[in-house]
């Protein structure tokens, strides 16, 4: 659904959208949403394609600065909630190749 968000309304509801979901994550205990079982494997792999959605998203020099700050931020906060250490290796990985997109994680 993030997807389709990117192209409504010069892609500010994309951006609310986004600032809703740090919200949310921020909220969540680091690890809570990992738990070893078949719900946490499940919740992997869906949010495997919202991971890929958020680094397209980071690495797309056409995306506005306050979405690709977002997008870090959320995908921080994902891999924090999932404890999949993956998420922060995969964010190392954009920092080193893309280090002029820096944003305050904060």
Known sequence: MLQELKD???????????????????????????????ASFIMDKSLASVRTFLVDLIMDTSSDKE????????????????SAVDYLLLLLKIVKAKPHGLVDLK
């Open 67 to 82: 979405v690709v700050a977002l997008a870090y931020k959320v995908l921080l906060l994902v891999g924090l909630a999932t």
């Open 8 to 38: 409504i309304n010069n892609g500010r509801l994309l951006k609310k959208s986004l600032a809703y979901l740090h919200e949310t994550l921020s909220e969540i205990e680091i690890g809570s949403v990992h738990t070893g079982d078949k």
